[in-house]
């Protein structure tokens, strides 16, 4: 049988650190030692263990125990994944000669590396690194210039660190392969960019995808930009959303601002287009549904909420579901009155709220369903905030006397209801 203390001249009893009866009453130098010798011992073991291997691979896992390979082996014995137990073998090849089908032996990969693992002086973390960075090497240097490399590296790893080994990597690098490696490709690959969104059987859709760095950062700058909390208002109330709620609102600002822009393809500048799949009456009073560019449905209130700053197409519905009148399109507020309106209002109206024009909706006092015209007595600037509040919420906004949007709050915010102004547009 197999000496191992024998084999590696130790004694048997001074082999494994001894450990006190009562391991509480050790003080700190006691422990600091028992844990270094304990290490060196789960290195010197991990070495040896290591040659074990080279061995076996050597002579060849099937010839002796009927397995494929030594990996799937020592998986079996060790009680390890595959992945584990190649991790280990791979290991073990590079720092122990082995010996080919003809008998002759190959040398190892690190032998400055295996001598300094021998004594269980690095673990596996260094020998691993070192291994990576022998591999990254030119592979056209001399083999006397990859032994010194692999010497400067083993003398490090001791007393190194992962960064002090990543830069002793950079210092070879630039020595042995000043000019870098040869580009592989002649041009750069195309940036990875995958995005999927699928409609979920609740009606919310499910937004997954992959950016490569640039384009998440600027993804993230932008989403961060619009994601800022709202300022506590005039009341002392707060913005209560959480961060992930902010970056779902700042996306569909984003998404808002793209839409709108004239060059958009598919929109030229509107911002949303519905096909109204409700009667008018329904439509006006609230109850029913539409359809969003026949994908899904919504509720007619947001029908109304949407048709605010948008193309509108009416359809009429006969009571068999059938279309009765597809009506034209009709195009609401035009530039120039979007112009003027960012003028009048300079963003959102809304008291206190600080959202510029281009993240505003243009909003119909008196809605167009109702009969309201498109002017700019009967248009103000919201956000998509305060114009879901306007239109779910108990607000109220009407045209001053002056020409300019006020806004009244509930009784239960403002039992007086007092009519509000947006001062922080214009000072």
Same mark, same amino acid.
């Given at each position: 049988m197999f000496d191992f203390f024998g084999y590696y001249g130790v004694v048997p009893e001074t082999f494994l650190p001894e450990l006190p009866q009562e391991l509480w009453r050790a003080g700190k130098l006691e422990l600091a030692h028992g844990v270094q010798h304990a290490?060196?011992?789960?290195?010197?073991?991990?070495?040896?263990?290591?040659?074990?291997?080279?061995?076996?691979?050597?002579?060849?896992?099937?010839?002796?125990?009927?397995h494929g390979s030594t990996a799937s082996w020592l998986a079996e014995i060790a009680g390890l994944s595959r992945g584990e137990a190649s991790a280990v073998v791979k290991r073990a090849i590079a720092l122990n000669p082995t010996r080919a089908l003809d008998g002759t032996e190959v040398p190892p990969l690190a032998p400055a590396t295996a001598a300094v693992a021998a004594q269980g002086l690095v #673990?596996? =973390?260094? @020998?691993?690194?070192? $291994?990576?960075?022998?591999?990254?090497?030119?592979?056209?240097?001399? !083999? &006397?210039?990859?032994? #010194?490399? =692999?010497? @400067?590296?083993?003398? $490090?790893?001791?007393?190194?660190?992962?960064?002090?080994l990543a830069k !002793? &990597?950079?210092?070879?690098?630039?020595?042995?392969?000043?000019?870098?490696?040869?580009?592989?490709d002649p041009e750069p690959k195309e940036p990875r960019r995958e995005i999927t969104l699928e409609r979920r059987k609740d009606g919310f859709w499910k937004l997954t995808g992959l950016l490569d760095d640039e384009t998440g950062a600027r993804t993230?700058?932008?989403?961060?930009?619009?994601?800022?909390?709202?300022?506590?208002d005039e009341f002392g109330q707060a913005d209560l959303r959480m961060k992930c709620e902010r970056m779902g609102d700042a996306w569909a600002e984003l998404l808002d601002l793209a839409i709108a822009c004239?060059?958009?393809?598919?929109?030229?500048?509107?911002?949303?287009?519905?096909?109204?799949?409700?009667?008018?009456?329904?439509?006006k009073s609230g109850l029913g549904t539409?359809?969003?560019?026949?994908?899904?449905?919504?509720?007619?209130?947001?029908?109304?909420?949407?048709?605010?700053d948008c193309l509108m197409v009416p359809v009429v519905m006969g009571a068999s579901g059938e279309p009765l009148d597809m009506g034209r399109l009709r195009r609401f507020v035009t530039p120039g009155q979007r112009r003027a309106l960012n003028i009048r209002d300079g963003g959102c109206a809304f008291p206190g709220c600080h959202r510029k024009p281009?993240?505003?909706?243009?909003?119909?006092?008196?809605?167009?369903?109702?009969?309201?015209?498109?002017?700019?007595?009967?248009?103000?600037?919201?956000?998509?905030?305060?114009?879901?509040l306007i239109h779910h919420g108990d607000w109220e906004v009407r045209m001053a006397a002056d020409g300019l949007p006020e806004f009244i709050p509930p009784q239960y915010r403002d039992p007086l209801r007092k009519p509000r102004r947006n001062t922080l547009h214009h000072v």
């Open positions: 290490l060196q011992v789960i290195r010197i073991a991990t070495a040896c263990l290591g040659q074990f291997l080279a061995e076996i691979e050597s002579r060849g896992a099937k010839d002796l125990y009927g #673990g596996d =973390e260094r @020998i691993d690194q070192i $291994l990576e960075i022998l591999k990254n090497l030119p592979a056209d240097i001399s !083999a &006397e210039d990859r032994a #010194g490399a =692999e010497q @400067i590296l083993a003398n $490090l790893a001791p007393n190194a660190g992962p960064r002090q !002793a &990597e950079a210092n070879l690098q630039g020595l042995l392969n000043p000019d870098g490696n040869e580009p592989k993230a700058a932008a989403l961060e930009a619009h994601a800022q909390p709202r300022p506590v004239p060059d958009q393809p598919g929109t030229s500048g509107y911002r949303t287009l519905v096909h109204v799949t409700v009667g008018l009456e329904e439509l539409a359809c969003l560019d026949f994908v899904g449905t919504m509720t007619a209130r947001e029908a109304r909420l949407a048709a605010c281009k993240n505003c909706h243009a909003h119909h006092i008196h809605h167009w369903a109702d009969g309201g015209p498109t002017d700019l007595r009967n248009l103000v600037l919201l956000c998509g905030f305060h114009h879901r």
